[in-house]
């Protein structure tokens, strides 16, 4: 309980604290097709990945909200279709597991993310990377600078769908105060009376 409780009370702290810093705690993602280079083997008959073949890809973060409704992300040059929204770049590496591109469901893609944002902040996490639209995937947090330099915990990814081009869109969170709280099981009320300031009052149990 202690062990657990200090894990989550360090969680809330860190991510209260990139948030009053003005980072960003919730933002859009949209690969840039032109950027995916993938290895030459292993390959199915029609050249696309198979599994255990590696890639790496880069593409646009974008503010919360900016892909919703299916708006893509980028143009057909690679370019942002909205520049005045880019907050910075995401750079993804990993290999494909499943069925290789074939996957329609479940684990397509073990990945590292690194988001480098314009203020100079940078954010990693690693994790599977789900072929299934709609469908939240936790992603651990793995280090950062500036403003995540300590942030620790998980961290969320939703698939938004794909470019005609195949490329990714992705919705990104980093959980809130109340909503870690929700996803822990060994936070009772009593905790969250304790945490008006992110830190305890009292003697834990």
């Given at each position: 309980?202690?062990k ?5 009370l ?8 990139a ?9 859009d ?14 390959v ?20 919360d909200g900016t892909?919703?409704?299916?708006a893509?992300g ?5 370019s ?12 993804c ?10 996957t329609?469901?479940?684990a397509?893609?073990?990945t ?8 100079g ?10 072929a299934?639209?709609?469908v939240e995937?936790?992603?651990?947090i793995?280090?950062?600078t500036?403003s995540?330099?300590?942030i620790?915990?998980?961290m ?8 005609d081009?195949?490329?990714v ?15 822990d099981?060994?936070?009772?009320e ?11 009052v009292?003697?834990l149990n």
């Amino acid at each position: 309980m202690l062990k657990s409780t200090l894990t989550t009370l360090a969680l809330f702290a860190t991510t209260n604290m990139a948030a009053a810093n003005g980072a960003p705690m919730s933002f859009d993602v949209a690969e840039d097709l032109s950027l995916f280079i993938f290895a030459s083997e292993p390959v199915f008959e029609d050249g696309m990945p198979a599994f255990g073949n590696a890639f790496v890809t880069q593409g646009y973060i974008y503010e919360d909200g900016t892909l919703d409704g299916g708006a893509e992300g980028t143009l057909a040059d690679g370019s942002p279709a909205y520049p005045d929204k880019v907050i910075g770049r995401w750079t993804c590496d990993g290999f494909f597991v499943g069925d290789g591109a074939r996957t329609t469901t479940g684990a397509m893609v073990i990945t590292r993310q690194v988001f480098e944002f314009e203020n100079g902040d940078i954010l990693i996490n690693q994790g599977a990377e789900l072929a299934d639209i709609g469908v939240e995937a936790p992603r651990a947090i793995t280090g950062g600078t500036g403003s995540f330099a300590n942030i620790t915990g998980e961290m969320s990814q939703v698939l938004l769908g794909m470019t005609d081009g195949f490329g990714v869109r992705l919705s990104i969170d980093i959980p809130s105060r109340e909503q870690a709280a929700m996803n822990d099981p060994h936070v009772d009320e009593t905790d969250h009376a304790e945490w008006d300031s992110g830190f305890p009052v009292g003697p834990l149990n």
